[in-house]
C-alpha cells in the first residue's frame, strides 16, 4: 500500500464488508424475477431518488467531468444542469409514469408492445451491449484511482471491484442496488464535499482561482464561461449544447434508458414513480459544484498533469489527511459501484426478459427467470472485466462514454418518442428508422473529426443520429401500414394523466 495509511485501509474494507453482507441480507427472500429485477415492486421513493443520482454521478463523472474540467472548465456543468434538471422534470411527468402504468420491465418490451418482437430484440441487443461495455469503462476507472492511491496492478484493481459490486448484486438485485446506492450517496457527497472544501481553502476559493488562471493562454481563455460559441474549439459549444445534450442525450437518458427508468418502475405506486425523479432532480442541482470545482481547483494545484482522468485520484491523495483519505476514498468506491451494480443488474433484465424469455423460453416460471438473471448476473461481469482495458485506448474515459451514448442513445429515443406521440408510427418504420440511426451515428463516428471542427463531435453525432432515425421512421411508417387503433390506443401518450 503506497497511499493509505492502516487506519484509510481499514475504514475501506469494513465499508466493503459491509456492503456485501447488506446485499446478502437484502437478497435472502427473493424468488422471482419480479423481487430480483424490480424490487419487489416496493421500493422507496426517496430512495430511488437518490439512486438515480449516485448512479448518474458514479465514479466516471468523478474522473471524467473532474478531468475535463481540469481541462476545459465550468462548461461542464452544462452536463449536470441543462442535460439533466429539465429532461427529469420531463421525465418525472411524462416517461416514467407512461412506463410504471404500462406495468413493464423494461423499455424493450414496451417497444415490443408497441411495435413488434423485431424492435423488441433489436433494441435489447443494442442496449444490452451498451451497458456491458459501460460496465467495462466503471472497471477501468476503478482500476486507475486504485493505482494511483494504493499502486495495486490494473488487473487486480479490476478483479476486486468486479468481486464486491458483483457479490452484492448477484445476491440482493434491485433491492441491493438502490438500498446500497442510497447509502453511498450518502458517504460520496461527504466525501466529495471533503475534497472541495479543502480544494476551495488551498486556491483562495472563487476569486483565488479567477486570479491563478490565465485565461490569456492557450486553451484557457474560455475557462470561466458556460455557454461556450463555436470559435471555443471546446466541446461544450451552443450548439452541442442545444442539439445533442438538451434535445437529446438529456431526455434520451432521463427517459429511455433502461437503468435509470427500471428503478422507477419498483417503486409502489405511479405517484411515487414520479416523485423519485423529481427528488433526484432537486438533488442535482448541487451536483455540478463538487465534480466541477475540483477539477478546476486542480488545474491550478497540479498543472502539467498528463491523464486529467487522474486529478480526482491525485486530490484525494496530496490533500487529505490520514483517516479522511480513507473515507473519502470510500466515497469514491461508493459512486464505482453504484454505477456498475445499476448497469449490471439492468443489462441482466434485458437479456432475460427481453432476449432468454421472448426468444428461447416464453414459458418459463417465475423461479427459473430468476435463476437466469443471477447467472447472467455473474457472466456480465466476467465480460466486463476483459472490455475494461479497451477503455485505455481513448483519449478520456468521459469522452469514451459520451461516444458511445451518442451511437445509441439518439436512435432508440427516436422511435420511442415516435411510438409515445404517433399513431401513425409503424413497426417497420421504427426498424428501419432505428437501423438508419445506428449507421447514421457509426459513420460519423468514423469521419467526424473530418466533417465537424469541434473538439469532440459526440454531441452533434448524437443530434443526427436521433434526426435521422425520426425521419427514416417517418417516410417509411407513411408508406406501410400501421397497427389498428385497438391494439396501440393503451400505449399511447394520451393515456398518461
Known amino acids: 500500500m503506497q497511499r493509505l495509511s492502516p487506519i484509510d485501509i481499514a475504514i475501506v474494507l469494513v465499508y466493503l464488508v459491509g456492503i456485501v453482507i447488506l446485499g446478502y441480507f437484502l437478497g435472502r427472500k427473493q424468488h422471482t424475477e419480479t423481487d ?95 451497458m456491458v461495455a459501460n460496465l467495462g469503462i466503471f472497471l477501468w ?12 496492478q490494473l488487473h487486480w484493481s479490476i478483479l476486486v471491484t468486479a468481486f464486491v459490486v458483483g457479490a452484492y448484486t448477484f445476491m440482493g438485485g434491485l433491492r441491493a442496488v438502490v438500498v446500497t446506492d442510497t447509502i453511498q450517496y450518502i458517504i460520496l457527497v461527504i466525501g466529495s464535499v471533503v475534497i472541495l472544501t479543502i480544494g476551495w481553502m488551498k486556491v483562495g476559493g472563487i476569486s483565488g482561482m479567477v486570479e491563478a488562471i490565465d485565461t490569456s493562454a492557450p486553451g484557457k481563455e ?67 459544484l463538487i465534480l466541477v470545482l475540483p477539477g478546476m481547483f ?35 468506491l461508493a459512486a464505482l459501484m453504484s454505477s456498475v451494480d445499476s448497469y449490471l443488474n439492468s443489462a441482466a433484465t434485458i437479456w432475460t426478459m427481453d432476449i432468454y424469455k421472448r426468444c428461447f423460453n416464453r414459458e418459463a416460471s417465475h423461479e427459473h427467470l430468476f435463476r437466469v438473471g443471477r447467472v447472467l448476473t455473474i457472466v456480465f461481469i466476467l465480460i466486463a472485466m476483459g472490455l475494461a482495458p479497451i477503455t485505455g485506448k481513448f483519449e478520456g474515459v468521459f469522452s469514451y462514454f459520451v461516444t458511445l451514448l451518442s451511437m445509441f442513445q439518439g436512435p432508440t429515443f427516436a422511435i420511442l418518442l415516435l411510438g409515445m406521440i404517433w399513431k401513425r408510427a409503424t413497426s417497420t418504420g421504427a426498424l428501419v428508422g432505428l437501423l438508419v440511426g ?60
Open 222 to 288: 474560455f475557462f470561466f464561461d458556460t455557454i461556450l460559441g463555436l470559435d471555443s474549439g471546446y466541446p461544450l459549444t451552443w450548439p452541442a449544447v442545444l442539439f445533442g445534450l438538451t434535445f437529446v442525450l438529456g431526455p434520451a437518458y432521463w427517459g429511455g434508458n433502461q437503468a435509470i427508468v427500471q428503478r422507477c418502475l419498483g417503486t409502489g405506486s405511479e405517484r411515487d414513480a414520479k416523485k423519485s425523479v423529481l427528488f433526484g432532480a432537486c438533488l442535482k442541482c448541487t451536483i455540478p
Open 298 to 332: 486542480g488545474a491550478i494545484l497540479y498543472p502539467g498533469i498528463e491523464d486529467p482522468d487522474t486529478i480526482y485520484p491525485t486530490m484525494m491523495a496530496e490533500l487529505l489527511p490520514v483517516g479522511l483519505t480513507g473515507i473519502v476514498f470510500a466515497a469514491f
Open 36 to 130: 430480483y429485477f424490480l424490487g419487489g415492486r416496493k421500493l422507496k421513493w426517496w430512495m430511488v431518488g437518490a439512486s438515480l443520482v449516485v448512479s448518474d454521478i458514479g465514479a466516471l463523472e468523478l474522473m471524467g467531468v473532474s478531468g475535463a474540467a481540469y481541462v476545459y472548465g465550468f462548461s461542464l456543468a452544462n452536463y449536470d444542469w441543462l442535460a439533466c434538471l429539465f429532461p427529469m422534470v420531463v421525465a418525472a411527468f411524462v416517461f416514467v409514469p407512461f412506463f410504471w402504468r404500462a406495468r413493464v420491465y423494461t423499455i424493450p418490451e414496451y417497444m415490443g408492445r408497441r411495435y413488434n418482437d423485431a424492435v423488441r430484440v433489436l433494441v435489447a441487443l443494442i442496449w444490452g451491449s451498451f
Open 438 to 497: 445506428v449507421a447514421t451515428s457509426a459513420t460519423l463516428t468514423w469521419i467526424g473529426e473530418d466533417l465537424f471542427t469541434a473538439a469532440e463531435p459526440a454531441l452533434y453525432i448524437a443530434w443526427w443520429a436521433f434526426f435521422g432515425a425520426l425521419v427514416a421512421t417517418v417516410v417509411v411508417s407513411l408508406f406501410t401500414q400501421p397497427k389498428e387503433w385497438s391494439a396501440i390506443e393503451p400505449l399511447m401518450f394520451k393515456k398518461v394523466a
Open 141 to 152: 476507472v476503478s482500476a486507475k484511482t486504485l493505482n494511483v492511491l494504493v499502486g495495486w
